[in-house]
């Protein structure tokens, strides 16, 4: 089982730039949610989905899109990069948020410079 | 304002020693989660419960519905223990499905 795959895991970017960060799951896990952890700041919530086909905002959502058009796989875009954005995320996924645990993908460092 | 406060921030101890670590919420919750990050980065689930007390080898989670309040015990602390703890409260309200974090507690044992 490879649980919660994150690529890449190391990403630097330039001011404007795009990219989409890859994270997907083969538990088939319902709930899937992308972090940002920030010195002081703990994880912060960015986008969540509670299945295929439904996704919601977090704490954090500006600068960043999330889609799930299969239960397998939950791609987060950056749109138009900004130093701001500097940060290591990280993809979450469980069968249920509420009565299951949290099984975490490895990260993501990500420089915007 | 965090709605979910981790005491404490650090935390030194020796070898051995009982370790508790505090989780206060202000809202109420479907679930508590207990989670520890090592020094590499990679964060793994320790526990998840609703009420009660769960155990898992020298590790016990305890949650006080009542009170909005958990702690994370480790008995007979070792080395090996150094991490970040980190606890999340979820929340399910109307549409919302949010899990929250703390800031987490960095726990240090001396050999």
């Known amino acids: 089982n490879a649980g919660v795959t994150q690529t890449p895991k190391f990403q630097v970017l330039k001011t404007g730039q795009s990219m989409t960060l890859q994270c997907a799951q083969d538990m088939n896990h319902e709930y899937m949610s992308w972090y940002r952890q920030d010195p002081g700041m703990g994880l912060r919530l960015i986008h969540y989905?509670?299945?295929?086909?439904?996704?919601d905002q977090g704490e954090v959502p500006n600068g960043y899109n999330v889609s799930r058009s299969t239960t397998e796989d939950f791609p987060l875009r950056l749109l138009s990069a900004a130093p701001s954005q500097t940060s290591v995320y990280f993809c979450?996924?469980?069968?249920?948020?509420?009565?299951?645990?949290?099984?975490f993908g490895n990260g993501t460092r990500l420089t915007v410079t | 304002k965090n709605e979910v406060e981790q005491s404490p921030q650090n935390l030194t101890a020796q070898e051995g020693e009982f370790i508790t670590i505090n989780c206060s919420y202000s809202?109420?919750?479907?679930?508590l989660h207990w989670l520890q990050q090592h020094p590499g980065g990679g964060i793994v689930s320790l526990f998840m419960l609703s009420s009660g007390k769960k155990k898992h080898g020298r590790l016990i989670a305890t949650i006080n519905i009542q009170e909005k309040h958990s702690s994370l015990h480790i008995t007979a602390s070792h080395p090996r223990d150094s991490a970040v703890y980190i606890c999340?409260?979820?929340?399910?309200?109307?549409?919302?499905?949010?899990?929250?974090f703390g800031k987490g507690t960095r726990l240090h044992i001396l050999p």
């Open positions: 809202v109420g919750i479907s679930a």
């Open positions: 979450a996924s469980s069968f249920s948020a509420y009565n299951s645990p949290l099984h």
């Open positions: 989905s509670v299945g295929a086909g439904i996704t």
């Open positions: 999340a409260r979820h929340t399910r309200m109307n549409r919302d499905d949010k899990i929250i």
